[in-house]
């Protein structure tokens, strides 16, 4: 399978196919270590976990404005998605995070990188890790004294 990247390599597939070839990655490692349970995504106004659903939305506008920066941006966001999944399905993960949004969202973004490496045949150059930050540091917010503070966007790329 090819590198995510468009710059490194040529992905031919469209972008569900990305979405698809993550989650699929993610269910078999992660997911399955977790016992999480099987999970759908499709295209909504906002881009967001549900944990009564086990459902991940992700907003079309959004994932095509992160796909610029190349595929790898968008599968860290889908991977980030996902790692909620994974927080839920081990709630002590959610226990652990205390129920703060920060702490939730720092500790998703750790996660995503340990789902990005983990998935099989598929491998990350410089450049993907490189637009990966970006794309963590764009989704970072600064609204520290806001309960649904994110964390800033150079926190978010550390957590990364």
């Known amino acids: 399978m090819p590198s995510p990247s468009k710059a490194s390599l040529d992905f031919t597939e469209d972008m569900?196919?990305?979405?698809?070839?993550?989650?699929?990655?993610a269910e078999k490692t992660i997911g399955k270590?977790?016992?999480?349970k099987d999970i759908k995504w499709k295209w909504c106004e906002d881009t967001y976990y549900d944990s009564r659903s086990n459902f991940i939305c992700l907003e079309k506008k959004f994932i095509g404005e992160l796909s610029k920066l190349g595929d790898a941006a968008v599968a860290f966001v889908v991977a980030h998605e996902y790692a909620h999944h994974?927080?839920?399905?081990?709630?002590q993960l959610i226990a652990k995070a205390q129920k703060n949004t920060m702490r939730i969202e720092l500790q998703a973004d750790c996660y995503a990188g340990v789902i990005l490496a983990s998935l099989p045949n598929i491998s990350f150059n410089q450049s993907d890790v490189e637009s990966m930050i970006?794309?963590?540091?764009l989704v970072g917010d600064h609204e520290y004294d806001h309960y649904s503070h994110h964390g800033s966007g150079e926190n978010r790329a550390l957590a990364l």
């Open 134 to 137: 970006t794309a963590a540091a």
């Open 33 to 36: 270590k977790a016992k999480a």
């Open 86 to 91: 994974v927080q839920f399905a081990q709630s």
């Open 16 to 25: 569900e196919s990305l979405i698809e070839v993550v989650l699929a990655g």
